[in-house]
């Protein structure tokens, strides 16, 4: 199955700037389709980051912030928090599975 | 404000069948669509499919066709999901979320499958 793939894990101190790759294909990202970011804290629901690549929804913190190119897709945390400690996820829509994929996860632990 | 809220754990043995609901309130039931996903332990997300909760339409991963059915009723602005044939690795978190960006997600619902 057609899959996103992310680092599985990212670390920065606080205050500092990281970023999280979302890889995918020519069926997903490359095909022009919008990508999502979740953050899930650890025993919650995920909560949407980002939509439709880099927009945010109400109450999301300008720190975060999106963008894609090709077939992959990026998010950054910029002034990095201890609240920011979290899995990320990215999303897609996926042509050749007509059908919505994520990405496999990242860890981002604030040192 | 919008909600999602689903049903409450379960505990299942392998073979069985399991559904959860996921009732829907804030806004108009039929303008959105409803996905399922679900995070088995320690695991990523994994997207189940989706009902148009307008005309009723599905689309179900390929991994789960055939032993997923997703429903609505939308007298009850409720949704279902259902998973029969159910084996250890089906024991996960179910949760359901609201239109194409899933922007709403319930709370989650815990199915474990053990004899």
């Known amino acids: 199955q057609s899959v996103l793939t992310q680092p599985p894990s990212v670390s920065g101190a606080p205050g500092q700037r990281v970023t999280i790759s979302c890889t995918g294909s020519?069926?997903?990202?490359?095909?022009?389709?919008?990508v999502h970011w979740y953050q899930q804290l650890p025993g919650t629901a995920p909560k949407l980051l980002l939509s439709?690549?880099?927009n945010r929804p109400s109450g999301v913190p300008d720190r975060f912030s999106g963008s894609k190119s090709g077939t992959s897709a990026a998010l950054a945390i910029t002034g990095l928090q201890a609240e920011d400690e979290a899995d990320y996820y990215c999303?897609?829509?996926?042509?050749?599975?007509?059908?919505?994929?994520f990405g496999t996860g990242t860890k981002v632990t604030v040192l | 404000q919008v909600q999602l809220v689903q049903s409450g754990a379960e505990v299942k043995k392998p073979g069985a069948s399991v559904r959860v609901s996921c009732k829907a309130s804030g806004y108009t039931f039929t303008t959105y669509a409803m996905h399922w996903v679900r995070q088995a332990p320690g695991q990523r997300l994994e997207w189940m499919g989706w009902i148009s909760a307008g005309n009723g339409n599905t689309k179900y991963s390929e991994k789960f066709q055939g032993r997923v059915t997703i429903t609505r009723d939308t007298s009850a602005s409720t949704a279902y999901m259902e998973l029969s044939s159910l084996r250890s690795e089906d024991t996960a978190v179910y949760y359901c979320a609201r239109g194409e960006d899933f922007i709403y997600w319930g709370q989650g619902t815990l199915v474990t499958v053990s004899s």
């Open positions: 999303q897609s829509f996926d042509s050749s599975l007509t059908g919505y994929v």
């Open positions: 439709g690549n880099s």
């Open positions: 020519s069926s997903n990202i490359g095909a022009r389709y919008d």
